[in-house]
């Protein structure tokens, strides 16, 4: 493949654009190479600036659930556009909104709708210590909340791919109020409840974690949370950015039946526009402005254009719950027959799947927290990633990310992907 529009992009880029991109994993350092600028996208393929196309495993890192472009959702924007971008006054659309939102999850009376996952953990942790009085919360290492500071420690794909634990900026006094635990590990939870009584506001965590690959929530661990939780008056907060609308039409709460007290939302909730939301029982939502005094806000929070996109996504998701069966049964074949192939050739290697979302991690070992994934063999994740990517498959650009499937990954894309895989193991 030929990638000198590419090339030249990136290269003007980074004279713009720090690092030439807008959020650092799309900088293929992890991988090495230049990273691939894309120009359009539809169904299951992305066509870049040279013209090549590709099978897309990102998805846009998991908002195209429904694959690229889908023409329901485009032609609903396209009608809403004629109406004008933005008002910065309620509309009816956010209530739609909020209703298929609500109604499609357990547990869950209001929602707020923000601009990104970011944002919505950010103004979750918030509210979860506007309501308890108390200031300390729980993360686990490996898990990615956003970028904002109380965040930042230990967090996953990004910043593990730079080698850095944290980031500089972030002051030791929002730090302090962070408390690491280990991911599947209820004793490193419960070790921090008794070293903290009576201040820790709540955990939050990807109930299957997305970010340092994916490792689903071991047996127990998502029910022992709630039980510490209900034990020590403390919320529990799952970080739906990613299972949200994904796993299922309610998420995880629903996947594992387990309950959590607040949820926040991003990617598929905005259809691939910029959204976030979070949502809890209307007794803890009450706290937010302008009905209680945890203050949180935004210019362009629930934006016509973005929510029309995401209600049209949702919509579509409601009235065919077949699509999660399909995506998360093709996710299974898929993760099956690679475990299988890179088996028959000698290759160690461990698949974790959970709906549609999967990683490879190249490893004799089991995988259960951010520590084993650290000592995955990652050099020969890149070797793949690079015979994928020149044979036309774009899968996510490091050992630390997720894969997801989209509704247009089909037969076809799938037998592509394990007959290169094949291929790369027959040449390597
Ligand atoms: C992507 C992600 C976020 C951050 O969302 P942005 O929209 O990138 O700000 C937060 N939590 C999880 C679990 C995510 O996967």
Same mark, same amino acid.
């Given at each position: 493949?030929?990638?000198?529009?590419? @090339?030249? %992009?990136? +290269?003007?880029?980074?004279?713009?654009?720090?690092? /030439?991109?807008? &959020?650092?994993?799309?900088?293929?350092?992890?991988?090495?190479?230049?990273?691939?600028?894309?120009?359009?996208?539809?169904?299951?393929?992305?066509?870049?600036?040279?013209?090549?196309?590709?099978?897309?495993?990102?998805?846009?890192?998991?908002?195209?659930?429904?694959?690229?472009?889908?023409?329901?959702?485009?032609?609903?924007?396209?009608?809403?556009?004629?109406?004008?971008?933005?008002?910065?006054?309620?509309?009816?659309?956010e209530?739609?909104?909020?209703?298929?939102?609500?109604?499609?999850?357990?547990?869950?009376?209001?929602?707020r709708m923000v601009n990104?996952?970011?944002e919505?953990?950010?103004?979750?942790?918030?509210?979860?210590?506007?309501?308890?009085?108390?200031?300390?919360?729980?993360?686990?290492?490996?898990?990615?909340?956003?970028?904002?500071? @109380?965040? %930042?420690? +230990?967090?996953?794909?990004?910043?593990?791919?730079? /080698?850095?634990? &944290?980031?500089?900026?972030?002051?030791?006094?929002?730090?302090?109020?962070?408390?690491?635990?280990?991911?599947?590990?209820?004793?490193?939870?419960?070790?921090?409840?008794?070293?903290?009584?009576?201040?820790?506001?709540?955990?939050?965590?990807?109930?299957?974690?997305?970010?340092?690959?994916?490792?689903?929530?071991?047996?127990?661990?998502?029910?022992?949370?709630?039980?510490?939780?209900?034990?020590?008056?403390?919320?529990?907060?799952?970080?739906?950015?990613?299972?949200?609308?994904?796993?299922?039409?309610?998420?995880?709460?629903?996947?594992?039946?387990?309950?959590?007290?607040?949820?926040?939302?991003?990617?598929?909730?905005?259809?691939?526009?910029?959204?976030?939301?979070?949502?809890?029982?209307?007794?803890?939502?009450?706290?937010?402005?302008?009905?209680?005094?945890?203050?949180?806000a935004g210019t362009l929070s629930g934006n016509?254009?973005?929510?029309?996109?995401?209600?049209?996504?949702?919509?579509?998701?409601?009235?065919?719950?077949?699509?999660?069966?399909?995506?998360?049964?093709?996710?299974?074949?898929?993760?099956?027959?690679?475990?299988?192939?890179?088996?028959?050739?000698?290759?160690?290697?461990?698949?974790?799947?959970?709906?549609?979302?999967?990683?490879?991690?190249?490893?004799?070992?089991?995988?259960?927290?951010?520590?084993?994934?650290?000592?995955?063999?990652?050099?020969?994740?890149?070797?793949?990633?690079?015979?994928?990517?020149?044979?036309?498959?774009?899968?996510?650009?490091?050992?630390?990310?997720?894969?997801?499937?989209?509704?247009?990954?089909?037969?076809?894309?799938?037998?592509?992907?394990?007959?290169?895989?094949?291929?790369?193991?027959?040449?390597?």
């Amino acid at each position: 493949m030929k990638y000198e529009r590419s @090339s030249a %992009l990136f +290269k003007n880029a980074q004279k713009y654009i720090p690092g /030439g991109v807008n &959020s650092p994993v799309r900088a293929f350092k992890s991988v090495g190479g230049t990273p691939i600028f894309i120009k359009s996208a539809k169904g299951a393929y992305l066509t870049d600036e040279d013209g090549n196309s590709y099978i897309d495993y990102i998805n846009s890192w998991g908002p195209m659930i429904l694959g690229h472009n889908p023409s329901e959702v485009l032609e609903a924007v396209t009608e809403q556009l004629k109406n004008g971008f933005s008002f910065g006054t309620p509309t009816e659309l956010e209530t739609e909104i909020a209703k298929i939102i609500t109604e499609s999850v357990p547990y869950i009376d209001q929602v707020r709708m923000v601009n990104s996952g970011t944002e919505a953990c950010m103004s979750a942790i918030r509210l979860a210590r506007g309501y308890t009085s108390r200031n300390k919360i729980i993360k686990f290492e490996g898990c990615y909340h956003g970028h904002s500071d @109380s965040f %930042l420690i +230990k967090a996953g794909s990004g910043l593990a791919t730079f /080698g850095s634990p &944290s980031s500089p900026g972030v002051t030791p006094g929002t730090t302090q109020d962070t408390l690491l635990a280990k991911y599947n590990d209820l004793e490193s939870v419960k070790i921090l409840f008794e070293q903290n009584p009576e201040e820790i506001a709540a955990i939050i965590l990807e109930p299957v974690a997305g970010n340092m690959g994916c490792i689903p929530p071991e047996k127990n661990f998502l029910e022992g949370l709630r039980d510490l939780c209900n034990k020590h008056d403390s919320l529990l907060i799952f970080d739906e950015v990613m299972t949200g609308f994904r796993l299922k039409m309610g998420g995880a709460q629903e996947y594992f039946s387990v309950k959590a007290d607040l949820i926040t939302y991003g990617k598929v909730i905005g259809g691939g526009m910029p959204v976030g939301a979070f949502a809890g029982s209307h007794k803890i939502m009450k706290f937010l402005s302008p009905e209680g005094p945890v203050y949180q806000a935004g210019t362009l929070s629930g934006n016509p254009i973005a929510m029309r996109a995401g209600y049209t996504t949702l919509s579509i998701l409601k009235d065919n719950p077949s699509i999660f069966h399909n995506i998360n049964n093709t996710t299974r074949k898929l993760s099956t027959e690679l475990s299988i192939i890179f088996k028959d050739f000698g290759v160690p290697v461990c698949v974790k799947q959970c709906g549609s979302m999967m990683s490879l991690f190249f490893t004799a070992e089991d995988i259960h927290n951010f520590d084993d994934v650290t000592r995955a063999n990652h050099e020969y994740f890149n070797k793949y990633f690079h015979f994928m990517l020149e044979n036309g498959i774009y899968l996510p650009p490091s050992g630390y990310e997720t894969w997801f499937i989209s509704s247009c990954i089909l037969g076809n894309e799938i037998n592509k992907t394990l007959e290169l895989t094949r291929k790369f193991l027959s040449k390597i």
